[in-house]
Each structure stands twice: as structure tokens, then as C-alpha cells.
């Protein structure tokens, strides 16, 4: 029986300015290094939340700064095109 590792969970705190409208949001984001890693967010502007995202990578092979920078890719493009965002 193959041993298991423990997950390894981290916690990103960061903001993004939009390309376009040059709105600065705030995220913390909380993810973990799965083989279903699991990643959550919570996204803000000026204080208030706009939105929670939140996903699994299934079959996920990513670990330590791989894994650290597909998320903030995502989470940054969610931003980006305002998906699932109160605007």
C-alpha cells in the first residue's frame, strides 16, 4: 500500500489591478496540493467582497511554486474578466 503524503495547504495574500479600468482588487486565496487540490478566494474591492471563487484541479500533478502560480493565474484572470464577480 502506497503511503500517503500529507497536504501540504497554503494561504495567498495579494491584490490585482484590472488591465482594463484599473480597478485594484485585494484576494486571499487558501489552496492545497492534492491530487484533487482544492483552491478557495476571497476577492475585494476597496473593503468590500465581491465574490468567493473557488475550484479543484483533478488528477492534479502541480507542486510548490507551480502550483502557487496556476492559482494566482486564475484567480487574477477571474478578476480580470469580472466572472462570478459583483461588480
Known amino acids: 500500500m502506497a503511503m500517503q503524503l500529507p497536504l501540504i495547504q497554503e494561504?495567498?495574500?495579494d491584490v490585482y489591478?484590472?488591465?482594463?479600468?484599473?480597478e485594484t482588487f485585494q484576494y486571499e486565496a487558501k489552496y492545497d496540493d492534492g491530487n484533487n487540490a482544492t483552491w478557495s478566494a476571497r476577492v475585494y474591492l476597496n473593503g468590500d467582497l465581491k465574490g468567493t471563487p473557488g475550484g479543484m484541479l483533478t488528477d492534479n500533478t502541480l507542486r510548490?511554486?507551480?502550483?502557487?502560480?496556476?492559482?494566482?493565474?486564475?484567480?487574477?484572470?477571474?478578476?480580470?474578466?469580472?466572472?462570478?464577480?459583483?461588480?
Open 11 to 13: 494561504t495567498i495574500l
Open 17 to 22: 489591478t484590472r488591465k482594463v479600468g484599473g
Open 64 to 87: 510548490g511554486n507551480d502550483l502557487r502560480q496556476y492559482v494566482i493565474g486564475y484567480i487574477e484572470n477571474i478578476i480580470e474578466r469580472g466572472l462570478g464577480l459583483d461588480e
